[in-house]
């Protein structure tokens, strides 16, 4: 009895421990003693919502954004504007397919307009005051689109009013260069100068023109330049084709920095302090007008004087000649001035933003900004509506996900559709001064879409280096449009490529170097890593500078569905492409910016620089070492970081050590930010990306310094390129002490 | 049988039951399902660690570091200083008591030394060039430490090189206001200035006489205004008490900005680009020479003219006349000249900052910086080695907890022995100019003790308002020297105390507007939370402008343990209150920074401005709505984030919502910069606490601008008042909307 009671002990015992072994540890005891946040902090992104994301993306839906967003011209600040403002804040707020939330936020901007009481012309006058030919003052209408009352007259913003006459002189491209050599055989005083888009800024060719004492300046679009030679609108231009009728004119802000010019480093809010508008700088000092190449060629081809240089030579069947000045002896405008008048008017309009967010599930205070602006200057089809038409088909499909309770992105996502930016990028820049602190600290990427489809053969993406990354991992999941089999990355690839000493044969990517869209305040003036993405053209096909209709009235729904991408397919890969590198960044556990790309665009440029400039610094005393040091530290503690993010196992770590590593990959470019380093340069503090005017591809500061002693031969000039050299080692050493073990 | 078995198996089924309850709910599963970091990253600062940390801090280490610092003169750059890193190095090196890792960084400063071949020479000379009468070169010894070759002739750094003589005049303290009204009644052209310390800063009192001719400076110490008048060495001055003797003099910088000179903006490397020397502005442009009231007395009783006014009368038994120019025509120098020959000269010299670190554990890419300069002008006991032994004291404490493993911080701490502040802040600015965005996205706050010790009567402390908290917590905790029952903030409000509408009674904080020692960069430049701490006099027993012996060769141990701190009581005490500030900045889950207490400050200043400001402004269309607004603004985002906190419960919560908001508190300041406000000051960036010399409570850029204009009349004038309200209301909304809900 003893010995089966103790038996029985002993069963009990063993069943018990049995009991609790599997009590222990054959039943999961989450939900008591892992917090509930534990999931949600390590999710990395969900590649099948990626999936999910790009089945969504509908060409019909793009099509009917683009429709609607183009049904009337909606220059920046007009009824049309307004319209779209309202449009954007009605789908952003829709209950089933809208953002968290959404809201319009205004700044009262300087801006430039003609008088549509008076509108602006040009003319040819005899010496009796004759009026012998008058300039078109709208476009030629086609359809109902060119027709429409607010069709805003071609005019160049921020040119002055004033009524200039003078002998006619062709000044190409009215570079300095142009006007110094056309000035050596012809006295340009007192002259009026047409010249051709490209090769310098539109404000350029008045401000390189005026001290030689051009009074007036007039500026039309070669053909040779757009139409690749066509000019006939009876068969060859639009409506038969995305050529540029005769008629055509590109409008555009002829100022040189971006933001409000009255308001520099401030937003421009109603109390705002403005600077005395006379002290507003680098906008043309003499009136300007805009004309088509129809009536460009009536001036050009009775033209005196000798003829212009065989590169100043354009798409006219006759020979450009430098002008008298003015007009050729036997032509029916001999002794005859051309004659401006212009009414343009300056004014302080209030521009609205509209801002709709997500919120971020685990990280609210980052931010992933994706922008574009929603004005035009006439319909704007292609430029910004292609872009504004893909982003509200990203918003709609993730808006869905989100209503639907499906996703809620790991970081906070900020849409920003801006205003007045053809401008001079106003609303975005006005943005960014207003919340410059914020931005800062928080915006892990900017992602601009402007212009989506400049045309439909390859993707054409800009950015930081340590985008590329991301940019090719997203394009590698979309389709190429009309190649079922071929991806956007492969299709690239095939249009622009470069070999990589990491990565081989790869796409090549554009840098931000310029002010072109709305990215400008981010990238140079916020430091934040940012990127333009877009559909364009086969260069074997075209020598456009840019779509043709860029500008006119002629960028409308039926010219961008017919001729840039019939049936929508490129406007779907852009919005698929762009909106999975948006998830990518908002979702990732590890942010997908690279730090080693960064030293491989750094190494290009060192190498470019050694190459052009240190022999010469040699000479001077000027030591590159100190340059070269801070390229192969930077590209040391890139690699040490990634081997660090290679070892690691952020989902089992703690959700700091994710934050740390993401801080640092984040803040990367703001240690490249120097607010003294270009005090000529208004909002460019980036010191590797900045505008540059010596066309080199390397560091920005030091090309356009050694340039400057090149032609001055001061010698003080070269103490402003050793400053450059500082300012970029310690620059670079900054950035790589961000990507060093922190402590 | 059958039921007997069923029994057995009911049993069994009951006992595995049991034992799966137990197995699950019995034993704790932490080490499989809780994360091994969630103890750590949840971890608040630990009270106990602090009371160890107080009685761990012994005066008589503080005794015998201030001993082994100040054996021989340490000048920055001198062979005593370089004695000083290596005992620093030795001390944060040690494998007992010493930190994480410590280094030395060194940067090519520009500094300015005497010629020890070639004194600098004053003199009376008459007519014939005789010698009537010399200025003492050297200070009178009382003990070898002022026999010690090394002491440095005192001397005004950066005053010119040059032989100026003239006749000599009283212009009281040098500042613009003294020379103007002195020049109504004495040609000043071609005299030699004697002034006296106070009023105006040292550089200042050249650069106001320079206009009016003045081609020199002499500068003394009036015993009025630092002697409570007592002038005797043979029974009243040091080393009978604290007091100045007749020959001490007070050496300096003689330049206005901070950081080194040559590299604005630029760390100071070898190879940094270095502006021309003739570009260095805000120095004396003429020679001056600090002299002794000793000598100052036998000058200025011998002055001919009228008398100066009441005002200007000092501490000498004789009327201080304005000079005729020149002395008295019944004087012994009737007709002669003051003549200097001043032989200083500029060098760029190695300085170097002493670094030391502890790492921290779970956010170790957040520090708290703690720093103090190491350089004096001769054996520097109070200037500044009674910082520097308070320093070490805290790290010997601090570095023996980590090396026995008790303790490591929750973030990274910093310590920074700063060389070459007495030049400039030379070695705090290079280390902030050479790590700008790693400190500025990085640090939590900036603790400076320089003096410890000025007297040993009360506390004083200085600093943003968001420290306020921190400084009154740790205070509390740390019994006031001399009195057991009365902690450390019981003292500090019987000697200094405001109401405030939140707290009530309360020790009044001083805020950082000047740049008074090294938390100049960090907060001025850098916008960090930044406070400077000292124990000081009571001021109902002494007028002295500061403790005598200051900048002078009785700056010493015997001098400090003597008649400063008998018995290193203030220095444990600012010790222990530093210290705890450091451990709870370093170690608390939540940041203890106060946005609140910063909207008090700001609505203060607002009072101000608007009592001060608005009838006027209001009579030339000048808004202050704006700034109202963002006052408001700004106190409500404080007030919804201190509640946000107040129901929050961080330690349950994911870490990234604690490291969220501690973001929100870490980077309030950074709003508050901006790098174009304040063009003509270097490194002030800061619109709430940049410098200023309106003399007014109140916001500093626009109380400058007002005076301004009230001054000049000029309507142009205008425009920058209404410029720094808009950048005052639009860094305030800033800041706001960094403390506003994230997204």
Aim: some cysteine.
């Amino acid at each position: 009895m003893l010995k089966q009671a103790l038996l029985g002990v002993l069963c009990a015992a063993v069943v018990l421990s049995i009991g609790i072994l599997i009590g222990h540890f054959g039943i999961s005891k989450s939900s008591s003693s892992e917090p509930s946040w534990m999931k949600d902090v390590v999710k990395d992104v969900d590649e099948n919502l990626i999936k999910q994301f790009l089945s969504e993306v509908k060409t019909s839906e793009l099509e009917q954004n683009l429709r609607e967003l183009t049904k009337i011209p909606h220059m920046a600040t007009s009824p049309g504007d307004e319209q779209t403002v309202q449009f954007m804040l009605k789908r952003w707020k829709d209950p089933s397919s809208g953002l968290d939330d959404a809201w319009r936020q205004e700044y009262a901007v300087y801006l430039s307009f003609p008088d549509p009481e008076k509108p602006n012309k040009v003319t040819v006058v005899d010496p009796s005051d004759a009026e012998l030919y008058t300039v078109r003052e709208k476009e030629k209408p086609y359809y109902d689109d060119q027709r429409h009352p607010d069709v805003v007259q071609p005019y160049a913003a921020y040119a002055p009013a004033g009524h200039p006459r003078g002998k006619l002189v062709y000044a190409h491209q009215g570079k300095a260069a142009d006007y110094e050599l056309l000035n050596k055989t012809v006295d340009l005083r007192g002259t009026i100068a047409i010249t051709r888009y490209g090769g310098a800024g539109r404000a350029a060719k008045a401000i390189n023109g005026a001290p030689y004492g051009v009074v007036g300046v007039l500026v039309y679009t070669d053909p040779l330049d757009i139409n690749d030679g066509v000019m006939s609108d009876t068969s060859e231009t639009y409506p038969h084709s995305w050529y540029l009728p005769p008629s055509g004119v590109e409008r555009g802000s002829y100022s040189i920095p971006f933001g409000d010019m009255l308001t520099p480093y401030l937003a421009a809010k109603d109390d705002t302090y403005r600077i005395p508008r006379e002290n507003v700088t680098e906008i043309p000092p003499i009136p300007v007008q805009p004309i088509g190449f129809e009536d460009a060629y009536k001036l050009i081809c009775e033209l005196g004087g000798d003829a212009a240089p065989s590169d100043w030579q354009g798409g006219f069947n006759c020979t450009y000649n430098n002008g008298g000045p003015g007009f050729n002896t036997d032509s029916v405008f001999n002794n005859s001035d051309v004659k401006l008048d212009i009414y343009n008017h300056e004014t302080v309009k209030n521009s609205s933003n509209v801002m709709g967010i997500i919120r971020g599930s685990v990280e609210p205070d980052r931010y992933v900004i994706y922008g574009n602006h929603r004005d035009s200057w006439v319909h704007g089809a292609i430029d910004p509506s292609s872009g504004t038409s893909v982003m509200l088909e990203i918003t709609r499909v993730l808006g869905s996900m989100v209503k639907q309770g499906k996703w809620r992105p790991r970081r906070s996502i900020i849409f920003g559709s801006w205003g007045a930016e053809e401008f001079g990028l106003i609303g975005s820049a006005e943005y960014t001064e207003d919340y410059f602190t914020k931005l800062s600290e928080r915006t892990v990427s900017y992602i601009n879409v402007d212009i989506a489809t400049f045309a439909n053969a390859t993707l054409r993406a800009s950015g930081v280096p340590s985008v590329q990354n991301v940019i090719f991992q997203a394009s590698q999941q979309v389709s190429a449009p009309g190649h079922d089999s071929l991806s956007v990355y492969d299709n690239w690839i095939k249009y622009s490529n470069r070999t990589s000493p990491t990565h081989g044969l790869i796409p090549r990517m554009g840098y931000l170097t310029g002010a072109g869209s709305d990215y400008a305040a981010f990238v140079h003036y916020l430091g934040i890593a940012s990127m333009d993405i877009s559909y364009t053209y086969d260069r074997t096909k075209t020598n456009a500078r840019i779509y043709p209709a860029y500008h006119t009235a002629y960028d409308t729904f039926d010219y961008a569905s017919k001729y840039i991408d019939p049936g929508f397919v490129s406007h779907q890969a852009v919005a698929r492409t762009a909106g999975n590198i948006l998830i990518r960044l908002a979702d990732s556990l590890l942010l997908p910016l690279n730090c080693t790309d960064y030293a491989e665009s750094l190494e290009d440029y060192l190498k470019e620089a050694v190459t052009l400039y240190e022999a010469q610094l040699q000479t001077k005393g000027i030591s590159m070492e100190p340059l070269k040091w801070a390229v192969a530290n930077f590209r040391r503690e890139a690699k040490n970081l990634e081997e660090l993010i290679r070892s690691s196992h952020l989902a089992n770590d703690t959700p700091l050590k994710a934050r740390r590593i993401n801080d640092q990959l984040m803040l990367l470019d703001r240690a490249f930010l120097n607010p003294y380093a270009f005090p000529d340069q208004y909002g460019f503090r980036h010191v590797i990306w900045a505008s540059s005017s010596a066309g080199k591809p390397t560091f920005p500061g030091l090309a356009d310094a050694f340039a400057r002693v090149q032609s001055s031969g001061e010698p003080r000039d070269w103490e402003k390129v050793h400053y450059h050299l500082s300012v970029l080692s310690q620059a670079i050493d900054g950035a790589a002490s961000m990507l060093a073990e922190v402590i």
